[in-house]
């Protein structure tokens, strides 16, 4: 849990430091991200990608992660 809020906190200060927009979205986010230097982030963006907007999707979605 340590690993990840450091990295969390490396991320927050990498993005403060570049010019990315002021509003960007989770793609653009993902495509400027170095997945080496931070997968566990890199982890949350893929998951908030995947989750469902409506409660059908977000039914199945918790159904085929529960096969994996």
Request: glycine share 0%; charged share 25%.
């Amino acid at each position: 849990m340590e690993k990840f809020h450091r990295e969390c906190q490396r991320w927050k200060f990498r993005c403060e430091q570049t010019q990315i927009p002021s509003t960007p979205t989770l793609e653009i986010m993902l495509l400027s991200l170095p997945e080496d230097l931070y997968p566990n982030v890199a982890m949350c963006f893929y998951l908030l990608l995947a989750m469902p907007v409506s409660t059908a999707s977000a039914e199945r979605l918790f159904r085929t992660i529960r096969r994996l």
